[in-house]
């Protein structure tokens, strides 16, 4: 397990501010946040390239705060990769064994497996500027695990390569996150990464974790509206919430009410996520407690989905797929009827 205690750490571009959180052994975790909001510092301050201005950080349950990066048992792979320019694939993997002198004969054995797990064998003679994108991401991460380190680091490891490369090399981190019983740490500014590979996930502001937990629980139940915002929520209402029938709250934006299965009263943000929201052109018996007769205003083709803004008294964005939106026949103009449920309401 690692544990942060009240860590903090301040430059002048950027901050970690008495952060606390725990990932446990085997997890595999994301550092979620816009640009410069201190992600990469707090994967750094955990590898141990900087020291903190206060705070601990546990491994295990020893205090490696001041233990150098070779102390502490953890691999890191870089945005760039950072492989040695002058040394081919086969050198780049070699590199932390030789560190360590291992003999020639077990080195060629072990580099040979670990190419040969990311299919990178007939790339051994190759020098990194020969390589594509995916091919050195492949690389940096054989040479970050043949030394079998505990913890996986990883900065922005997707963030420079086409969208078919990134699908694969997501389905390559979920092999390996399983195959070496690693803990990874992965910091990233795109949410749909992390909604696929995190076990659970911090999202990060200005240095100050806003909100950690289960990746659905975050996705799901944002406790602010940056939160709500960062992981694409999109509809975000204001309202006063008071206590409704059937155990249910109403939420008043002052245009529309809608109806909630959480417990809140007074001053509340409702937030309702695009893909929960459903349409039919007649008003149809449904168990969705929020109902509503709204007005196409407008229509955004993403290929294969299509993303919608409906006025109900209220602006709401809803994505559908593209064969729903053509059986529909929808159009600016029309109108339309829009459900959600109540337990598709979340409010804080």
Known sequence: MI?????????KEFKIDNVSLEINDQEYFVFLGPSGSGKTMLLELIAGMWSPDSGKIFMEGNDVTMLPPEKRGVGFVYQNYMLFPHKTVFENIAFGLKIRKLGKKEIQIQVQEMMNLFGITKLSKRLPRTLSGGEQ??????????????VLLMDEPLSALDRITREELIQEFKRIHKKFNVTIIHVTHNFDEALQLADRVAIIKEGIVSQ???????????????????????????????????????????????KSSEKKTGSVHATIRPEDITLSNDKVPTSARNVFKGLIKEIYDLGTIIKLT?????????????????DLELNVGKYIFVYFKATAVNLF
């Open 3 to 11: 544990k942060i205690e009240n860590l903090s750490k301040d430059w």
């Open 137 to 150: 991401q492949r690389t940096a991460l054989a040479r970050a695990l043949i030394i079998r380190p505990k």
């Open 212 to 258: 950690f937990g289960d990746i659905d629980d975050v996705f799901r139940h944002p406790k602010d509206a940056f939160v709500a915002d960062f992981v694409g929520t999109e509809n975000i209402l204001k309202g006063i919430a008071k206590e409704g029938e059937d155990n249910l709250t109403i939420v008043d934006t002052g245009n529309i009410e809608i």
């Open 310 to 326: 409906i006025d109900i008294g209220e602006s709401l964005v809803l994505v559908l797929t593209r064969q729903s939106f053509l």
